[in-house]
Nanobody, 123 residues
Framework: QVQPVESGGGSVQAGGSLRLSCAAT????????MGWFRQAPEKEREGVAI???????EYADSVKGRFTVSRDNAKNTLLLQMNSLKPEDTGMYYC?????????????????WGQGTQVTVSS
């Protein structure tokens, strides 16, 4: 399996926005369940948002209304638009995908992970 590659992280002030990108193969973008996960310092990794091959989405309660996951099929990229960022959104953000049935925010379902991109939100 090809490892996805994240980009777009950075440092912003609270209330700001960032857009993360995850580059993957054309096949993965079109046919897999893809997701964003994050890990804050000294905390367990958690799900942020996922998108199924059918376009269905699921968000963590903490980001609903602020984050939007989407696909750019022309660029073979999964996007995460993050608005109204809060300090508690700080962490390493990872992109992952799988081809199994069902698309849920269950980390064990995802065998293919990127290296991550750092997001830091200051107050």
């Amino acid at each position: 399996q090809v490892q996805p590659v994240e980009s777009g992280g950075g440092s912003v002030q609270a209330g700001g926005s960032l857009r993360l990108s995850c580059a993957a193969t054309e096949y993965a973008i079109n046919w897999s369940c893809m997701g964003w996960f994050r890990q804050a310092p000294e905390k367990e990794r958690e799900g942020v948002a996922i998108m199924g091959a059918d376009g269905s989405t699921e968000y963590a309660d903490s980001v609903k209304g602020r984050f939007t996951v989407s696909r750019d099929n022309a660029k073979n990229t999964l996007l995460l638009q993050m608005n109204s960022l809060k300090p508690e959104d700080t962490g390493m953000y990872y992109c992952a995908y799988h081809y199994s049935r069902g698309c849920h925010m269950v980390q064990l379902d995802f065998p293919n992970w990127g290296q991550g991109t750092q997001v830091t939100v200051s107050s």
